[in-house]
């Protein structure tokens, strides 16, 4: 089964410049996350869509920060204008249902290094 | 306060060594507990988790949760040096067992031979 899939693995850019990044998700799988992970800290939840819908985006900064997914597939997660502060690494994960009851575990893609210059 | 505090260390064991990872949390409302592995340059992995208070083992790794403590850990035994990584721990929120996970900051381990 292939994993999540992140592109590109690594990006440098000046302040504010604008920058996007991509997610695939593993097939089948509803829901999918944004986390920001700044070195040295564990990753923070930007935005989750259960299909193609918004579930929870109360993290994100909007003024921003824009993310959509379209065809409740692939995603996009961008950042316009960007400041030094958003460096960190964009991690994407996705699950099969909410709310089927057990466990619904959270895949992480290997995410996306923003360096902001 | 943080709803999740984990000490990021870092730690430094021999190969062979019980190693303990600690995380406390404020959230009455978590139910479940997850530890989560990430080797460097990659995204997190589930390692194990946990429901109720009490131990559950898993092969060399044993995950503890005290709900009365607000306190959880994870043992690993015997220690190898594959098991050099950022350990995570990790609560969905609002009592249930899935959606937005609220993670602690990571400790990092390393193990030398």
């Known amino acids: 089964e292939a994993g999540v899939a992140q592109s590109p693995r690594y990006k440098i850019i000046e302040k504010r410049q604008s920058v996007a990044f991509w997610c695939n998700p593993i097939?089948?799988?509803?829901?999918l996350y944004w986390y920001q992970q700044i070195l040295g800290q564990g990753p923070k939840l930007l935005i989750q869509?259960?299909?193609?819908?918004?579930?929870?985006d109360s993290q994100l900064p909007k003024d921003r920060f824009s993310a959509e997914r379209l065809k409740g597939v692939d995603s996009t997660l961008k950042i316009q204008p960007a400041k030094l502060e958003d460096s960190a690494v964009y991690l994407c994960?996705?699950?099969?249902?909410?709310?089927?009851?057990?466990?619904?575990?959270?895949?992480f893609g290997p995410g996306t290094r923003l360096t902001v210059l | 306060q943080k709803e999740v505090e984990q000490d990021p260390g870092p730690l430094s064991v021999p190969e062979g060594a019980i190693v303990s990872l600690n995380c406390t949390y404020s959230n009455s409302a978590f139910q479940y507990f997850m530890w989560y592995r990430q080797y460097s340059r990659k995204g997190p992995e589930l390692l194990m988790y946990t429901y109720s208070s009490g131990n559950k083992e898993d092969g060399r790794f044993t995950a503890q949760v005290d709900k009365s403590s607000k306190y959880i850990s994870l043992f690993i035994r015997d220690s190898q040096p594959s098991d050099s990584a950022t350990y995570l721990c990790a609560m969905p929120s609002g009592g249930t067992s899935y959606g937005k996970l609220t993670f602690g900051q990571g400790t990092i381990l390393t193990v030398h031979p």
């Open positions: 994960a996705s699950s099969f249902v909410l709310g089927t009851g057990g466990t619904d575990t959270q895949y």
């Open positions: 869509f259960q299909n193609n819908g918004v579930v929870d």
């Open positions: 097939s089948g799988h509803a829901t």
